[in-house]
């Protein structure tokens, strides 16, 4: 079994930036691919950005392209979500998912607890 807890989530006004970061309480095989998920008030749950231990290319949701930066640190068994440029639109309950697969196109299988991100117009 892997924990994995986030941090990060705060109040922003529109333009501003957050970091979240999420730390895996363990790596395994089933940690291979870590990243975000988001969830705003009466939509779904949303792919946000994802990264693979090796270090290849990141994956990110169009909305946030350009935008939104992720990285890992092996060594901490951390990955992070530099957020820029916020937009109200961004206003979501922010998950960290890990899975020994590609979290971007299939379901994770180890979630977070969650952490709300509001961003102020």
């Known amino acids: 079994q892997v924990v994995l807890v986030e941090s990060g989530g705060g109040l922003v006004q529109a333009g501003g930036s957050l970091r979240l970061s999420c730390a895996a309480s363990?790596?395994?095989?089933?940690?291979?691919?870590m990243g975000w998920f988001r969830q705003a008030p009466g939509k779904e749950r949303e792919f946000v950005a994802s990264i693979p231990w090796s270090g290849a290319v990141p994956s990110y949701a169009d909305s946030v392209k350009g935008r939104f930066t992720i990285s890992r640190d092996n060594y901490k068994n951390t990955v992070y979500l530099q957020m820029n440029s916020l937009k109200p639109e961004d206003t979501a309950v922010y998950y960290c998912a890990a899975g020994g697969h590609n979290i971007a196109t299939m379901n994770p299988t180890y979630w977070g607890q969650g952490t709300q991100v509001t961003v102020s117009s």
């Open positions: 363990r790596r395994t095989l089933t940690t291979y691919s």
